[in-house]
């Protein structure tokens, strides 16, 4: 019998290394390091090697030439997660439609409905 969640695949574990690369970013301001994302994912630093070079073979995140710091590539794909991630350290962020998101951690007081009365001069 699997695990309780179902067994851990090769996509869910990309997927979690892609939302720590850009909890960082969001957090700290640059990209982690290979053993960053192995500490955090529970997993060895050639198995988080081998992640990342998922990441970067379809596109999704980029290293640049001679270092190994890590940048996004595919905003588009990556947004919900920086989203969720800017939410979650306080911040306000607009979903796709334009409406004002609150942070997640953040509780807004319910206000009682108002009349608009006129000027009077």
């Known amino acids: 019998m699997g695990a309780p969640f179902g ?7 990309r997927d979690e290394a892609l939302a720590f690369i850009v909890e960082q970013l969001v957090r700290t301001h640059s990209a982690p390091t290979l053993d960053d994302i192995a500490t955090r994912l529970k997993v ?6 081998e992640l990342v070079a998922e990441l970067i073979a ?3 995140v980029g290293r640049r030439p001679g270092s190994h710091t ?3 590539i595919d905003m588009t794909r990556c947004r919900h997660l ?6 979650q350290a306080g911040g306000w962020s607009a979903d796709a439609m334009g409406q004002l998101l609150p942070p997640t951690n953040v ?3 319910v206000l009682p409905p108002f009349r608009h009365l006129p000027d009077v001069d």
Do not use: D
């Open 82 to 87: 920086f989203v969720e991630a800017y939410r």
């Open 70 to 72: 890590l940048y996004i």
């Open 7 to 13: 067994p851990v695949t090769k996509g869910r574990r």
């Open 107 to 109: 509780q807004l007081p």
């Open 58 to 60: 379809k596109r999704i």
């Open 44 to 49: 060895s630093k050639s198995r988080s090697q």
